[in-house]
């Protein structure tokens, strides 16, 4: 592994898979021309509308998402991470599906949401992501890649979560994706410290590719897609337009930090408090 840049994607993905796909497309030829070998796209960059929509529309929203992906990967001669689609299920649901594409268009590493949002937020919006969507059996994987390191993957809800990221760090994740649709409401309290905390409690890169803005009828997403380094330092921050976040990651970088703070090794994973 040695140095590269890698950028994180910021959309406002609409109810329109060709204008999605259309936008994703031009956001991916701007950070390979500005050196990204490592591009990851947000959740439901390819489609966000109403649930009953994407449920009828998987079928193609699937298809056409996994062939876009092999085909942009290929294209660019990239590393490839689509944060998230819908991919038709059991019961006439559809699972909430991650896609890492090399670039010789092969699937390098897949995960579906295991974490569903479902919640009644004050500002007056209800999401029931599990009305629609199954939720995930297993953690996700990490992928051991030459060229990036070691490679975890979560999506967006799954940040509120440690547990998973403890999952990732456990097995040696050097850098970790978090693409997300962060609502607006929760995202200006939340959405920074929470990766900075995935960041530093597993001296982690976070790679977090973001949606932005209004997307259908009332819902609003926060933005700022970002990258961290694994000191919690935003190295990046696509701000609150569609555009990019890109920084460089360092394996020497890397290396510092886990020796000034070695707290993977000083983990206790149990322990008998002494009786009265």
């Given at each position: 592994?040695?140095?590269y840049?890698?950028?994180?994607?910021q959309?406002t993905?609409l109810?329109?898979?060709?204008?999605n796909?259309?936008?994703?497309?031009?956001?991916?030829?701007?950070?390979?021309?500005?050196?990204?070998?490592?591009?990851?796209l947000?959740?439901n960059?390819?489609f966000?509308?109403?649930?009953?929509?994407?449920?009828?529309q998987?079928?193609?929203?699937?298809?056409?998402t996994e062939k876009?992906?092999?085909t942009?990967?290929q294209?660019?001669?990239?590393?490839l991470?689509?944060g998230?689609f819908?991919?038709?299920?059991?019961?006439?649901h559809v699972?909430?599906?991650?896609?890492?594409?090399?670039?010789d268009?092969q699937t390098l590493a897949?995960?579906n949401k295991?974490?569903l949002?479902?919640?009644?937020?004050?500002?007056?919006?209800t999401?029931?992501?599990?009305?629609t969507?199954?939720a995930g059996?297993?953690y996700?994987p990490?992928?051991?890649?030459?060229?990036?390191?070691?490679?975890?993957f979560?999506?967006?809800y799954?940040?509120?979560f440690?547990e998973?990221?403890?999952?990732?760090?456990?097995q040696?994740?050097?850098?970790?994706f978090?693409?997300?649709?962060?609502t607006?409401f929760?995202?200006k309290?939340h959405?920074?410290?929470?990766?900075?905390a995935r960041?530093?409690?597993?001296t982690?890169y976070?790679?977090?590719p973001?949606?932005t803005?209004?997307?259908?009828?009332?819902?609003?997403?926060?933005?700022?897609?970002?990258?961290?380094?694994?000191?919690?330092i935003?190295?990046?921050?696509?701000g609150?337009?569609?555009?990019l976040a890109?920084?460089?990651?360092s394996?020497?970088?890397?290396?510092?930090?886990?020796?000034?703070?070695?707290c993977?090794?000083?983990?206790?994973?149990?322990t008998?408090v002494?009786s009265?």
């Amino acid at each position: 592994m040695k140095s590269y840049l890698a950028a994180a994607v910021q959309m406002t993905s609409l109810p329109d898979l060709e204008k999605n796909l259309t936008q994703a497309e031009e956001w991916i030829d701007l950070a390979v021309r500005r050196g990204a070998e490592l591009v990851g796209l947000p959740e439901n960059f390819s489609f966000l509308g109403e649930e009953a929509q994407k449920v009828q529309q998987a079928p193609e929203i699937a298809e056409r998402t996994e062939k876009f992906l092999k085909t942009m990967a290929q294209r660019y001669q990239i590393t490839l991470l689509g944060g998230g689609f819908p991919v038709p299920a059991e019961h006439n649901h559809v699972t909430n599906t991650l896609l890492l594409v090399g670039p010789d268009g092969q699937t390098l590493a897949q995960y579906n949401k295991v974490h569903l949002f479902d919640v009644d937020l004050p500002d007056g919006n209800t999401y029931q992501e599990s009305a629609t969507v199954l939720a995930g059996r297993e953690y996700p994987p990490v992928y051991d890649s030459e060229r990036f390191g070691r490679l975890g993957f979560s999506i967006c809800y799954d940040v509120r979560f440690p547990e998973l990221y403890r999952h990732l760090a456990n097995q040696s994740a050097e850098v970790i994706f978090v693409p997300a649709a962060f609502t607006a409401f929760t995202g200006k309290d939340h959405w920074q410290v929470l990766l900075q905390a995935r960041a530093i409690e597993n001296t982690a890169y976070i790679i977090a590719p973001a949606q932005t803005g209004v997307h259908y009828g009332r819902r609003q997403t926060h933005g700022h897609a970002m990258i961290v380094d694994p000191w919690g330092i935003v190295l990046a921050n696509a701000g609150r337009e569609p555009g990019l976040a890109i920084a460089e990651i360092s394996p020497r970088r890397l290396a510092t930090v886990r020796q000034q703070m070695p707290c993977l090794q000083h983990r206790v994973l149990s322990t008998t408090v002494p009786s009265a």
